[in-house]
């Protein structure tokens, strides 16, 4: 039989159950290299003849899965120790068995970073989706006009290198700044960015009310809109990886933060909002797991929605494994939004339903823990019901589920599909947005308004 890359995996796993004991298995570490090659790191000391009869097995099994060097080392062996002690391991579930894997990676490897803990001072918001044209965008911009018109100030981010959108939105050629995202991505893998290229990285929108501000940081700013044709040989460098003199490598997560976290330190914001590319590219990792967000997931109510959701919600659920010890709350800073919804509430609660029930089957919820006295009450009268004294009375504490936050939904309103605010600055007054716009912007409102309390 032919292994595939899905098969491999879980063969592992049962060649090291049937050769050296479940034990193994889940103390040890499965390394999947860039080729999607596989090799077992023992955590305690296996006999030569062990080895050598697993290694047999493993080849066999695994087929052109099987590393070809060292496709299991014992735990003496030179680099083990290191394997072992990776903090990118991720504890999965493969086919019944327990596995510590890691996972190397040419591209997408920030998708195995943990979630960064929340930020919150100022608050960040990030705006994905795994399509374009549900109204992402839009709903960012919009809330961004809201946040100003109460008087606040309100940095928007546009990460869609790719295919960028919210600065033409926000900004008229003319007010772009000299640099987009796209400079900075490529200027600091050269050279550290000083504060003269990061005043010239942003600039104001006029859309702001007078009483608030919105500064805009485009993908692309003024210099690559006048010499477009470098812009492609940008975007193959803005991904890079960096490395400083001292081998230091900075990814595109560790960069995108760097920049939001310099522009936060400053006191200047009250929010900071990123519109993130579509899909689930690198760039997407990034604004997901690596700025200590609130992540808002827009998508319409059809099949697609949900099976590109399903995958990305899959891997999420990877760190739910990792880390059940402690209380993943970067879970619940994940809102799924619903753009263009229906007008008649049993619809929008049918999307509802159904992201409620993705998240159940792709494991990114958290049942409450259970007290080991929680039995059924006996049938009426209750005169025999069992107790156990010798439970504190902090075991008996029922956590509170944990999962994303209740689905919010974008009314459809034709005036919105083709956005353009500078051209109908009128869409940009509360009595027009907020009959669509209503749920996001106080959720937003009420998180800004905790950020400003702390």
């Known amino acids: 039989m032919t292994v595939r890359y899905d098969d491999s995996l879980e063969i592992l796993a049962n060649v090291i159950i049937d050769s050296l004991g479940r034990d193994a298995l889940s103390k040890g570490v499965a390394l999947r ?31 052109v899965y099987g590393r070809s060097d060292r496709i299991i080392a014992n735990n003496s062996e030179y680099g083990v120790a290191e394997v072992l002690a ?53 709903a960012l911009a919009v809330a961004a006009a809201d946040i100003a018109a109460k008087g606040r100030r309100v940095l928007a981010i546009d990460m869609d290198m790719e295919a960028p959108g919210l600065g033409a939105m926000l900004l008229a050629d003319d007010d772009l700044p000299e640099f987009g995202l796209i400079d900075a991505l490529v200027e600091n893998g050269l050279s550290p960015l000083n ?36 812009v492609l040989g940008k975007l193959a460098r803005a991904y890079a990886d960096d490395v400083d003199e001292g081998g230091t490598v900075s990814t595109i997560l560790d960069q995108v933060a760097a920049i939001v976290d310099r522009f936060a330190s400053t006191g200047t914001y009250d929010a900071i909002m990123i519109d993130a590319r579509a899909g689930l590219h690198e760039t ?37 494994e990792s880390d059940k010890e402690q209380r ?24 509802a339903a159904s992201c409620q029930r993705l998240f159940e089957s792709s494991g990114l919820t958290l ?30 504490q029922l956590d509170e589920p944990v999962g994303p936050r209740a689905t919010l939904a974008i009314l459809d309103d034709e005036r919105f599909r083709v956005f353009n605010p500078r051209m109908r600055r009128d869409l940009l007054s509360s009595a027009v947005y907020r009959s669509s716009y209503g749920e996001l912007i106080d959720r937003i409102a009420e998180l800004v308004a905790v950020s400003n309390r702390i």
């Open 86 to 138: 990776d903090t990118s391991i991720l504890i999965i579930r493969v086919g019944g068995h327990t596995v510590r894997l890691l996972d190397r990676r040419l591209v997408g490897a920030d998708w195995l970073r943990r979630p960064a803990p929340a930020k919150v001072s100022p608050p960040r918001f990030v705006f994905a989706s795994l399509k374009g044209g549900v109204g992402r965008s839009t």
């Open 33 to 63: 290299d860039v080729s999607g090659r596989l090799a077992f790191f023992c955590s305690s000391h296996v006999t030569a003849r062990a080895i050598k009869r697993t290694e047999l097995q493993l080849r066999s099994a695994l087929g």
């Open 328 to 351: 993943p709350e970067w879970l619940e800073r994940i809102t799924m939004v619903q753009g263009r919804a229906s007008e008649k509430p049993e619809l929008r609660e049918q999307f």
């Open 195 to 230: 504060d003269e290229f990061y005043a010239d990285l942003h600039a104001p929108s006029n859309l702001a009310d007078q009483r608030g501000r919105i500064d805009v940081i485009p993908a692309i700013g003024l210099r690559s809109a006048r010499h477009p044709a470098d």
């Open 367 to 396: 049942r409450p823990n259970k007290s080991p006295t929680d039995v059924p009450l006996p049938a009426e009268p209750f005169g025999d019901v069992p107790w156990n004294d010798e439970v504190g009375d902090e075991e008996l």
């Open 284 to 320: 997407t990792a990034a604004a997901i797991l690596g700025l200590g967000a609130e992540v808002f997931l827009f998508g319409l109510d059809e099949y697609q929605t949900f099976l590109g959701y399903s995958i990305l919600f899959s891997h999420l659920a990877l760190f739910l």
